[in-house]
């Protein structure tokens, strides 16, 4: 458990241990929900990412690229067959 200190200003710190665990990194947004028996809940913003990021991901390193067929044919078989 971490300790934090508010400061004259009413602000506290988050040390770079508790940002990486949650998935922060510098310049991101933190959501804080608020929860009953004055609990909150601090979680890294999730952020609509561009479409562009998305450009690539089915390739592969090594073999064929995942094509939308194969993909198809994947999840059809599921797991069944897989140890």
Excluded: Q
Aim: charged share 35%; proline share 2%.
């Amino acid at each position: 458990m971490a300790t934090l200190v508010v400061d004259a200003r009413g602000r506290i710190t988050l040390n770079e241990d508790l940002l990486r665990h949650i998935g922060v990194e510098r310049g991101g947004k933190i959501e804080i929900v608020k929860l009953p028996h004055g609990r909150i809940e601090v979680r890294a913003e999730k952020s609509a990412r561009p479409i562009s990021e998305a450009f690539g991901l089915l390739k592969r390193k090594r073999g064929a690229d995942l094509t939308v067929e194969r993909i198809s044919r994947f999840a059809t078989r599921g797991w069944a067959d897989r140890k």
